[in-house]
Antibody
């Protein structure tokens, strides 16, 4: 059974950093493109970033380029999202997704002073 | 960037109704479009992939179709559990984009 479990969220002050993790199991993790998607309160779904199987290719939406870094550890079956210089508009539930076929339950990030 | 325009933004229908939701792409994306059902407090649930293919475990009352750059998600006979927000996603090129969603309610 595919499982994706996010962690690392919480309440963070503007300008600080946070690193989200997504622990994957139940499939051959290194074979699949992975992604992060977020949903701000009362807003729709928003693709954030994707990473290739080996981690050599990464893709970001314009609004997070330079502040977000997606990475993966195929030995640990874990996906990461490093978020720097947090802004209030980054407040959202962040989901990790396996090819958009399987999704984690989501982790909440709240940016507030 | 590719824009996906979903219509209507919200709608209500009666149990047993046939319902169609539309997603129009600003550029050609072939069949690289999927549909998701999203309920509060839960992750999005894949419904349709590659425009017309039913995802695993999805009831057969759901179907997807394409006409040019217009994509549709149809529910042949609406059930109460279908109340949700439905999103389309294009995965033809980066940046990937979601539509703004259609909120479907039961009358």
């Amino acid at each position: 059974e595919v499982q994706l479990v996010e962690s690392g969220g919480g309440l963070v002050q503007p300008g600080r950093s946070l690193k989200l993790s997504c622990a994957a199991s139940g499939f051959t993790y290194s074979n699949y493109v992975m992604a992060w998607v977020r949903q701000a309160p009362t807003k729709g779904l928003e693709w954030v970033a994707s990473i290739s199987t080996g981690g050599g290719n990464t893709y970001y939406r314009d609004s997070v380029k330079g502040r977000f870094t997606i990475s993966r550890d195929n030995a640990k079956n874990t996906l990461y999202l490093q978020i720097d210089s947090l802004r209030s508009e980054d407040t959202a539930t962040y989901y990790c997704a396996l090819r958009f076929d399987y999704w984690g339950q989501g982790v909440m990030v709240t940016v507030s002073s | 960037d590719i824009q996906l325009t979903q219509s209507p933004s919200s709608m209500s229908a009666s149990l047993g109704d046939r319902v169609s939701l539309t997603c129009q792409s600003s550029q050609g994306i072939g069949n690289y479009l999927s549909w998701y059902q999203h309920k509060p407090g839960k992750p999005p649930k894949p419904m349709i992939y590659y425009a017309t293919n039913l995802a695993d475990g999805v009831p057969s009352r759901f179907s997807g179709s394409r006409s040019g750059s217009d994509y549709s998600l149809t529910i042949s006979s609406l059930e109460s559990e279908d109340t949700a927000i439905y999103y389309c996603l294009q995965y033809d090129e980066y940046p990937l984009t979601f539509g703004s969603g259609t909120k479907l309610e039961i009358k």
